[in-house]
């Protein structure tokens, strides 16, 4: 509350973006709460991306102010932008009022922007709203949520498997432990693990992989674990499976522009995984659809586009509308007038049992160790 205020006081308005630069930390958290409740949205910078590519989001965001930790590696890409600290105490907070703001906020106002790799060209902003979070870890059905879960925060706040994380656990009650270096080894993530009693975790695909291979018995009290962002290996999920029958393994698939799981598919025994593991079903308020090139349904077992849909979908590309008329689609496929789909860019089909399962992509993209080529 005092941070929002201190934002306020600084000339922060109501539904403007701003920026932030820091590690895991309570601080981190602290400053994204601050934004959210000025009534803003907050764009999260990654300290390990160079300085020019962070001008580029700076500038293509028309940001304005950064919150900055200290010890923040990025400073030199902030020319022009009105810096506010943030401190892991409240000390500099202590001129600041403690009661809540009350900036009108609607489910379809902006929450954050999350820039892609820009693995097609130039990087674009995913402009977020309350409600997509909302649909992502509240009365949803892929995952358990509650207050007695303990989440692990690995993912960089940069990247959107963050919003799972922080906003899964926090809103609803648990415990968000937060993993303070920047590349944990995987010993020290093991240990971290088990140490802290984690019960909720999400790993990309790469890193699923390496902690089956080296670490598995870490997961031994861990109820959940959610694993994506590129394709499982059949041979590390048999082995997990075989390993860890307490522990529940669910695939998620989803783009940044769908906020982060569009579906999942919880690996129940050794039938699920004889090849491809599927990504199953869309999630909560989700649509999925798998369409030919003139936009019609596919048949079982034949390949077409995948299309996301619900409430799920960003608003669009920041400042980029020609883009967002191009990937966000009139779906005529919901009765509501005005609703959207979004196209992918991947192929996929129906299985026979109804789940879905992703083949790759309609284009040269692909997928290596997590970055979007």
Not at 310 to 336: K, Q, S, W
Request: net charge negative; hydrophobic share 40%.
């Amino acid at each position: 509350n005092r941070l929002a205020h201190r934002l306020i006081e600084k000339g922060v308005s109501r539904g403007t973006v701003v920026a932030i630069s820091a590690e895991r930390t309570p601080a981190l958290v602290a400053g994204l709460l601050g934004i959210l409740k000025a009534g803003s949205a907050y764009l999260a910078l990654d300290s390990s991306l160079p300085a020019h590519r962070v001008r580029v989001m700076l500038d293509d965001a028309k940001i304005s102010f950064c919150l900055v930790q200290e010890g923040s590696k990025i400073p030199t890409a902030l020319e022009g932008v009105s810096v506010i600290g943030l401190a892991d105490d409240e000390s500099d907070l202590d001129d600041q009022e403690t009661t809540p703001l009350t900036a009108p906020i609607s489910p379809d106002g902006l929450a954050y922007v999350s820039f892609t790799s820009g693995s097609t060209g130039q990087p674009k902003g995913v402009c977020v709203p309350h409600r997509a979070v909302v649909r992502l870890v509240k009365n949803t059905n892929y995952a358990h949520f509650g207050p007695d879960e303990r989440f692990l925060q690995l993912a960089n706040v940069a990247f959107d498997a963050s919003t799972f994380e922080i906003w899964g656990c926090l809103l609803n009650g648990g415990s968000l432990v937060q993993v303070t270096s920047e590349t944990p080894a995987l010993f020290e993530l093991a240990a971290l693990i088990e140490d802290h009693q984690i019960t909720t975790l999400w790993l990309t695909a790469g890193l699923f992989h390496q902690m089956v291979e080296y670490e598995l018995p870490c997961f031994r009290n861990v109820r959940q674990v959610l694993a994506g962002g590129d394709v499982l290996s059949p041979n590390h999920v048999r082995r997990f499976i075989q390993g860890l029958p307490n522990c529940r393994l669910i695939n998620g698939y989803g783009p940044t522009e769908n906020t982060t799981f569009t579906c999942t598919h919880t690996v129940s025994d050794d039938g699920d995984i004889g090849g491809p593991v599927p990504v199953g079903r869309p999630i909560a308020n989700t649509q999925v659809y798998i369409l030919d090139k003139k936009l019609n349904p596919v048949p079982v077992g034949i390949e077409g586009e995948l299309f996301a849909a619900g409430d799920g979908l960003a608003v669009g590309y920041l400042n980029r509308p020609e883009l967002t008329a191009e990937c966000f689609i009139p779906n005529p496929y919901h009765p509501r007038p005005g609703a959207r789909m979004y196209r992918t860019g991947d192929r996929a089909r129906f299985l026979p049992n109804g789940l879905r399962e992703f083949i790759g992509r309609v284009d040269d993209q692909v997928n290596i160790r997590g970055f979007r080529v």
